[in-house]
DNA sequence: ATTATAATGATAATCATTATCAAAGAGGTA
DNA sequence: TACCTCTTTGATAATGATTATCATTATAAT
């Protein structure tokens, strides 16, 4: 049986809250400052339990350790290649359901079950857009 | 100056020959049987050389350590969630449109310079859709 | 052939994550 | 409340993947 813990509670709260996309270590940084006796294990371990139970989103960003996302509503991200942020973008009702069309005609083209997709877009934000070109 | 080396050759076209997603690993120990010199190493540093040039692509799974694609004409990976392989799907013409579509949107929208766009579906391919669901 | 420098292989080091395990906490039940 | 069982925790060791270091070797230009 799943028990209750204060860890996971405020894990899961800092997650949703958080506008960024945080590492394990970042959050548990973050953490540690409202329960000094917070441990690293104990963070990866409610991150993967969260995670199964589809609360959270895991991102495996091009550069650097995995991220976690506390935002589960239908987006996909943006990752700059200069600055390294990943930025949300919320797909337009339209576009959405063009992907999900897709979707289903792959599927049916492969003979596969599909439950999941994720896309990801790589260039520069706007800020490096600028800083970059001029 | 960028040297030839035989090493970068073989890794290259071994990857461009095989028609999976090997790791850098598995990579190494196939290759280790025709130039049993070869140290990990190096198939690191010439895989991140060659994903730098753009010939060779880096694949984030799910599960496992990263693999890597020497197939770059624009296609989408689907990962089974239940056995792990990655599959290649090639999008109709008229689909590839409509992505590339959203795509331009996107970037207008957001004021970003989009250069990539990655596709990553999740479920369960044809083999064990069948054996789980029945 | 000589020389400059890039690439290699062995291996140490690092980074991210997972496993182990004794102690503490949650959630029953008597 | 006291007790029991099982889960979770925190500390830390262990593991796995990747990168850094460095002496040696290979490449390519002169």
């Known amino acids: 049986m799943k028990k209750y813990s204060k860890q996971r509670e405020i894990i899961l709260e800092s997650l949703q809250n958080r ?3 945080p590492t394990a270590e970042s959050l548990y940084i973050d953490l540690k400052r ?3 006796e917070l441990g690293i294990a104990t963070v990866y371990r409610n991150l ?3 995670c199964e139970q589809g609360i959270v989103k895991k991102i495996k960003a091009k550069v650097g350790p995995d991220r976690y996302d506390g935002n589960i509503k239908p987006h996909i991200h943006f990752e700059c290649k200069n600055c390294g942020e ?3 973008i919320y797909l337009k009702e339209e576009q959405e359901h063009k992907i999900s069309n897709i ?3 792959v599927s049916e083209a492969e003979e596969i ?3 999941s997709s994720e896309i990801y877009l790589t260039g520069l ?3 490096c857009k600028t800083q970059v070109t001029g």
């Open 103 to 105: 979707k289903k005609q």
């Open 48 to 50: 993967t339990e969260l």
């Open 34 to 36: 409202q329960m000094p």
């Open 19 to 21: 506008k960024d996309h």
């Open 125 to 127: 934000c706007q800020k």
């Open 113 to 115: 079950q599909c439950d």
């Open 86 to 88: 990943i930025i949300d």
